[in-house]
């Protein structure tokens, strides 16, 4: 395929961004992201905070199929979480760090984007639970941010939302 070629095989192809890469502090498991996440959680529910040990987690909701494992199997673990439900994480064999969680429905990943290579090349699109925010943290104005959940009707962009429809099949 020549430089002037598209990928997609089409004359026109649109800019694809620069697929994300991440893994594990070992190295053994290693992903990489084919898409942009739907829409990226801050999280600072007590779950969460638990969890990461830290003041809140940053979680890119993408389908399974868009996450490329290519090193590693990360290993699930049952989780409780203080509703009484249980959250699958998956983490590391070997060093066991939290890469990914499910949340009943394994069609869609909870990416940590704390994972990510790049980390910064993401930012929340909504603060989720911020009635258990740590008192220091301060966020941005521009940022929608809700004491508890939101309504993703009303908050996701449409395409987003088309996504997450076609992935859990309804
Ligand atoms: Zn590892
Ligand atoms: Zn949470």
């Not at 979680?59 to 868009?66: K, P, W």
């Not at 760090?97 to 910064?120: C, I, M, N, Q």
């Not at 809700?146 to 076609?166: I, N």
Request: aromatic share 10%.
């Amino acid at each position: 395929m020549s430089a002037s070629e598209s990928a997609c095989g089409y004359e026109y192809c649109p800019p694809v961004a620069v697929a994300r890469e991440g893994g594990c502090s070992c190295g053994a498991v290693r992903y990489r992201l084919t898409s942009e996440p739907m829409f990226v959680h801050c999280c600072h529910c007590l779950n969460c905070q638990r969890q990461t040990g830290s003041a809140f987690v940053i979680n890119l909701l993408l389908e399974a199929d868009r996450m490329e494992l290519f090193a590693g199997e990360p290993q699930p673990v049952e989780v409780p979480r203080d509703d009484g439900s249980t959250q699958t994480i998956f983490r590391c064999p070997s060093c066991q760090v939290a890469v990914y969680s499910e949340y009943g429905r394994p069609a869609v990943r909870f990416v940590r984007a704390g994972t990510l290579d790049e980390p910064s090349s993401v930012a929340p699109d909504v603060h989720i639970f911020t009635r258990s925010k740590l008192p220091w943290v301060t966020l941005p104005e521009s940022t929608p941010a809700f004491d508890l959940y939101y309504d993703s009707k009303t908050l996701w962009p449409a395409e987003s939302r088309q996504r997450l429809d076609a992935a859990l099949g309804r």
